[in-house]
């Protein structure tokens, strides 16, 4: 169903290219720097070779972070198997070690071992008392 869906879609787009080109068929002259000229070409040849150029840049931008953050990744997982041999020699002295998470990427390894705090309870320092908590008057703004 999906395939059909694309497919009807790719129909569409190239309709609206052809007619778009045919509506504008006239021929332009670029003007460069310099008093260069090119020859005279279809307005929607430049069009469409300036969206093209574009798709272009913009994928090798992407390709680029892309690479630049697999790198940073494989030194970041360097670091952090570096940090887990030395908190495991640590830890191995009271007989307690780290135990390594799956195959799972590192964000789901940390969201799976934070806890959730249920809503209804509200948040507190752990160096506030209870004491210290009755004797503060209600935020409400009600007068006792």
């Known amino acids: 169903m ?8 790719l129909i569409a787009v190239l309709f609206l290219a052809i ?3 045919i509506q504008n068929s006239e021929s332009v002259t670029l003007r460069y ?7 005279p070409l279809p307005l929607y040849l430049v069009i469409y070779a300036s969206l093209i150029v574009g798709i272009i840049a913009g994928m090798a ?22 940090l887990r041999e030395d908190l495991n020699k640590l830890t191995g002295e009271t007989g307690e070690g780290v135990k ?21 309870q ?4 752990e160096n506030e008392t209870k004491a210290e908590t009755e004797s503060t008057p209600p ?6």
């Open 2 to 9: 999906v395939i059909y869906i694309k497919a009807i879609l």
């Open 19 to 21: 007619t778009f080109g």
């Open 33 to 39: 720097y310099f008093r260069l000229a090119s020859i």
């Open 61 to 82: 931008i992407d390709i680029y972070t892309r690479i630049s953050l697999k790198g940073r990744l494989r030194k970041l997982e360097r670091a952090n198997a570096s």
């Open 100 to 120: 390594e998470t799956s195959e799972a990427s590192p964000v789901e390894a940390g969201m799976r071992q934070t806890k959730a705090l249920p809503s209804s």
């Open 122 to 125: 509200p948040v507190r320092p």
């Open 139 to 144: 935020e409400s703004g009600q007068n006792a």
